[in-house]
């Protein structure tokens, strides 16, 4: 294959991999009950995708499991972008073996998988099982070690001449850190905004164990009112809340990769 064939055939095959699977999601959640009974890619012989979103958005009780999961994925993405990148900067500007040691603590989490079990016990006993405090706190502990990784890599490459200037101008380690660190990290914090969201939005698995039946989430939401037959065999309900649970991640991926390509366009204009 060619060098010039080569770009187009990667496009082409990108397409494939998510435009086949995204047609398939609109074509059927635009379907009526009959048509969806077996999901496939041929279109709708008549649209109904507004139809159903109505549907699902009233049936489901959408606004509530929305509300439920912007209480735990809002506080979650906050505490984790701040505490990391604190963490990363001070990791990345000491050189001692005792923050070589620390550093692969801190990044070990991305390995090693954490104990639902013990998880939901020490919770237990803290008296946070059930709640979006305990919630919070898990996703705090299995993602912190992800933007650890990202943001010490990041830091290493800003000039430390920035911060000794801010600190020659009597600046303290909190003032230089938001001052000079934190407004350059805004591409790699953008990065990590979309992973950490993509993550905790779609969660299933911690949630169900911690919280399960005590706040809803719109993917516990999804998997109560599908296990309770309200939405068995009605592929074209089920693919409608698929939509109205990704727009809120369209929207913050939009967001953060403009601010991912404004973060790089003025780092090389400086």
């Not at 200037?165 to 934190?182: E, S």
Request: glycine residues 8%; hydrophobic residues 60%.
């Amino acid at each position: 294959m060619s060098r010039r064939l080569q770009p187009v055939f990667a496009l082409l095959l990108v397409a494939v991999v998510i435009g086949v699977p995204l047609w398939l999601v609109i074509a059927t959640a635009g379907k009526s009950q009959g048509e969806a009974v077996d999901p496939d890619l041929t279109p709708p012989s008549e649209w109904h995708l507004l139809d159903n979103l109505r549907q699902v958005w009233t049936d489901a009780d959408i606004p509530a499991a929305l509300l439920g999961s912007l209480l735990i994925v809002a506080p979650t993405v906050a505490i984790v972008l701040l505490l990391g990148s604190m963490a990363a900067w001070v990791l990345a500007r000491r050189g001692s073996r005792l923050t070589a040691v620390l550093y692969a603590l801190g990044i070990s989490g991305i390995i090693l998988p954490p104990a639902v079990v013990t998880v939901v016990l020490l919770l237990r006993q803290l008296g946070l099982a059930g709640t979006a405090v305990g919630m919070i706190g898990v996703y705090v502990g299995i993602y912190l070690s992800t933007v650890i990784f990202f943001v010490t890599g990041f830091v290493r490459t800003i000039p430390e001449s920035l911060e000794e200037a801010a600190r020659i101008d009597g600046a303290g380690p909190f003032a230089v850190f938001r001052r000079v660190v934190l407004p350059l990290l805004r591409p790699v914090l953008a990065t990590a905004t979309i992973l950490i969201c993509l993550y905790v939005w779609n969660d299933v698995f911690y949630a169900f164990f911690v919280i399960g039946g005590r706040i809803d989430t719109l993917p516990l939401n999804l998997f109560q009112v599908a296990s309770a037959g309200l939405y068995l065999n009605n592929w074209h309900l089920i693919f409608a809340y698929v939509i109205l649970m990704s727009l809120p991640l369209v929207v913050v991926f939009a967001v953060a990769q403009r601010r991912i390509i404004s973060g790089i366009t003025s780092g090389a204009v400086k």
